[in-house]
């Protein structure tokens, strides 16, 4: 018994553009991407969107300004507390601390020989 195959356009085929249309409709929220939020939280919002997108100058395509637009809002919404940048130069320290212990036992090491 044959199985029949299902014709699957090629990945570059005109006969996937209907398709792909379908899929994604390409519809952005009315107003904007941070029109749910409060006037202070939008004003936020704004800010470090304008911050992330300075730091990749030209660079930015579609998808990178979604999710910084998504990060940017997430930040607007819920705030680092003042105990995140405590974490991180925390982190940063305590790795810096251990490469400096390592280098200190490799220069006694090498004083041995």
């Not at 199985?3 to 249309?21: G, Q």
């Not at 107003?31 to 939020?37: H, K």
């Not at 809002?73 to 212990?101: E, I, Y």
Request: aromatic share 8%; proline share 8%; net charge positive.
């Amino acid at each position: 018994m044959a199985v029949a195959r299902v014709h699957k356009p090629s990945r570059l085929s005109a006969e996937r553009v209907p398709l792909l249309k379908a899929a994604h409709p390409g519809k952005r929220a009315p107003g904007g991407a941070f029109a749910s939020l409060t006037f202070m939280q939008r004003r936020l919002a704004e800010k470090w969107l304008w911050k992330f997108t300075r730091r990749w100058g030209n660079d930015l395509p579609p998808w990178r300004r979604g999710i910084l637009t998504a990060v940017a809002k997430r930040l607007a919404l819920n705030p680092p507390g003042p105990g995140f940048g405590r974490r991180l130069h925390g982190a940063h320290g305590g790795k810096v601390s251990g490469q400096r212990a390592k280098a200190r036992a490799a220069a006694r090491e090498l004083e041995r020989v």
